[in-house]
C-alpha cells in the first residue's frame, strides 16, 4: 500500500519583473528641440550588498540586501528607478529597494534560484552575477537609461543530508512499499554519488528514495524517505527533498531508468527502451578520438540516420554516448542487401566497408534490437521548388546527384519554380513521412531538423541549385 506524506512545500516559483513603463529615451536620440551639448554616457555605479557572502544555515534574517547603488553621474536632483534585476544573465526574483539604493529580496528565493541556476543543492559556495538596469528621471522629466556595472555576491546553500556509504534503494508501486520491496540501485563507478536503476515498469507507478540505513529487516524508516517537493511528480527531471516528502510518479510503460544524485540531490526518470542520441567512430576517427553524432528521425524512437564517406577498408562501431558503452557493430541485424551494396563483412565484431563510396547510414535502437542499414545516400528537392511539388512519392528528377570524391559536392536538380526549398532523404530501412528526415540550408550550414519543429523557411528562385558538403556540413543555393 502506498504511503503518503501531508505536501507541505514547493521551490517558490520565479517571476520576472517587467520594466517600468514610462517611455524612456536616449540622451543621445535626436530631440524636436535645440541640441544641447554632448556629454558622457551617464552611469550607475553598484556595489555588493551587506549580504555579499551568504551561508544558508547561518542566516537569521528573512531577506538580505544584494546590491546597493553608490552613485551615479545623473544630474543632481534626478530620480533613480530599477527596471530589471537579473541573476547569472538568465534568472531573475523579486526584488524590493528601500532607501532609493538598497536592493533586497527574500532569502529563500534567492536560494531557489541559485539551486536552479548551478542544478544543485550541494552545500557550496555558489558565484552569483547581479546585473541591474536603471533609469534616472530629471527634474525636467527626461528620462535617462544608466548603464552600470555588474555585482558579484556568493551564496551557499543550506546543509544536505550525509551520503549513505552503503547505498540506496527505490521503494514503491513497482515491488510494494515495505521494506521487502525495497529495489537496489547500483552506483555508477563513473561518477560520484550516482546511482542508477533500469526496469520495467507496467503502468503508472509512484515510488520513493531510502538510504540502505532505513532499512533494517523488516522495518523501513519512513522519516529517511527522500522524493519530490510535489506529490506525483512527473518532471523526470527535479530536485530531491527530505522533509515532507512526496512521491515520484512515472507513467512510462516499458524499460525506464531511474538515477538519484545525492551530491547535487537530483534525480531524473527516462525512457531506456530507446536511446535519444547515436554516435559513430571508427578506424578513420582513431577509434574514439571522434564520435560522429547522428540525426534523429523525427518522432520515431530510437531512430537515426546520418550521411558519410568510407574509404576500403573502413571499419565502424556506434554507440548512444559519444563514448564506449553499450557499443554495437556487426552483432547487429544488418540486411543482405546493405552487405552487397557496401561490401560490408565482421571484423573482430567491427563493421568493415570494402567499397568505398558515400552512404546514408540508418540506424534503429529498441531496447536490445539493434539495426544497422548501409544505403545510397539520395537526397530530394521537396515542395515548391520541385518538379513532383508536394507528392509525397518523391521522383527521380528531385533527386540530387552523388559524388564520387570525399570531399565532392551533393548537387540539387534546377528548381522547377520560385518557393520555398525544402530538402529530404529517404530511408529505404524505414517508411517514414519525408518531414521526418529533412534539412535546410541556413547561413551556410547544413540545419538538419531532427527531433525539432519546422524549421526556418529559405525562399529559392527557378533555375537555381542547392549544393551541400556532407563532409564539411556545408552548403550553399544559387
Not at 512545500?9 to 520594466?19: D, E, H, P, Q
Not at 551587506?50 to 545623473?74: G, K, P, W, Y
Not at 532569502?107 to 534560484?113: E, H, T
Not at 510503460?253 to 526518470?269: A, E, H, P, S
Request: net charge negative; with cysteine; proline share 3%.
Amino acid at each position: 500500500m502506498r504511503k503518503h506524506l501531508i505536501y507541505a512545500g514547493l521551490f517558490l516559483t520565479m517571476m520576472g519583473f517587467s520594466a517600468c513603463n514610462e517611455d524612456f529615451k536616449d540622451w543621445a536620440d535626436p530631440q524636436s528641440n535645440a541640441p544641447e551639448d554632448a556629454v558622457g554616457q551617464l552611469t550607475a555605479t553598484y556595489a555588493a550588498g551587506q549580504d555579499a557572502n551568504i551561508v544558508i544555515d547561518e542566516a537569521t534574517t528573512d531577506s538580505v540586501e544584494i546590491a546597493r547603488l553608490s552613485s551615479t553621474t545623473a544630474e543632481e536632483g534626478s530620480t533613480i528607478s530599477f527596471n530589471s534585476l537579473t541573476l547569472n544573465d538568465n534568472y531573475t526574483v523579486p526584488y524590493v529597494v528601500e532607501g532609493g539604493n538598497s536592493i533586497k529580496v527574500a532569502l529563500a528565493q534567492l536560494d531557489s534560484v541559485t539551486q536552479l541556476a548551478y542544478k544543485s543543492r550541494a552545500s557550496v559556495s555558489r558565484e552569483l552575477k547581479i546585473a541591474i538596469k536603471a533609469s534616472a528621471t530629471t527634474s525636467s522629466g527626461q528620462g535617462i537609461q544608466l548603464s552600470g556595472n555588474d555585482v558579484t555576491i556568493n551564496l551557499t546553500p543550506g546543509a544536505t543530508p550525509a551520503v549513505d556509504p552503503v547505498g540506496y534503494y527505490v521503494v514503491g508501486d513497482f515491488k510494494g512499499w515495505n521494506a521487502a520491496g525495497a529495489i537496489a540501485m547500483t552506483k555508477d563507478p563513473n561518477a560520484e554519488n550516482l546511482y542508477t536503476l533500469e526496469l520495467d515498469n507496467t503502468g503508472s507507478s509512484y515510488f520513493k528514495f531510502f538510504p540502505a540505513s532505513a532499512i533494517d529487516g523488516d522495518n523501513l524508516n519512513w522519516d529517511k524517505a527522500l522524493g519530490s517537493s510535489v506529490d506525483g511528480d512527473t518532471s523526470g527531471d527535479s530536485f530531491i527533498v527530505w522533509t515532507n516528502t512526496q512521491a515520484v510518479k512515472v507513467d512510462m510503460v516499458g524499460k525506464i531508468k531511474i538515477t538519484l544524485d545525492v551530491t547535487n540531490y537530483r534525480f531524473t526518470v527516462k525512457d531506456n527502451s530507446a536511446p535519444t542520441e547515436l554516435y559513430m567512430t571508427g578506424s578513420a576517427y582513431s577509434w574514439g578520438g571522434t564520435w560522429n553524432q547522428f540525426i534523429p528521425v523525427n518522432s520515431t524512437k530510437g531512430a537515426f540516420w546520418g550521411i558519410y564517406y568510407f574509404s576500403a577498408g573502413d571499419e565502424v562501431k556506434f554507440a548512444p554516448q559519444a563514448g564506449w558503452g553499450n557499443d554495437f557493430g556487426f552483432n547487429a541485424t544488418i540486411s543482405d542487401a546493405s552487405i552487397q551494396l557496401a561490401g560490408l563483412s565482421d571484423s573482430g565484431g567491427n563493421i568493415k566497408v570494402a567499397n568505398a563510396g558515400w552512404y546514408m547510414v540508418y540506424v534503429s535502437v529498441i531496447g536490445t534490437d539493434r539495426v544497422v542499414a548501409f544505403e545510397k545516400p539520395n537526397v530530394y528537392l521537396m515542395g515548391d521548388t520541385s518538379y513532383d511539388g508536394w507528392n509525397s512519392q518523391l521522383g527521380d528528377q528531385d533527386l540530387f546527384t552523388i559524388p564520387t570524391a570525399s570531399d565532392g559536392e551533393f548537387v540539387s536538380p534546377a528548381f522547377a519554380k520560385d518557393g520555398e526549398v525544402r530538402i529530404c532523404v529517404h530511408p529505404e530501412a524505414a517508411a517514414t513521412d519525408w518531414w521526418k528526415t529533412e534539412f535546410i540550408v541556413l547561413s551556410g550550414q547544413i540545419a538538419y531538423r531532427g527531433n525539432g519543429g519546422d524549421q526556418d523557411r529559405v525562399q529559392g528562385q527557378t533555375g537555381q541549385k542547392v549544393y551541400l558538403n556532407f563532409g564539411t556540413n556545408t552548403g550553399k543555393i544559387e
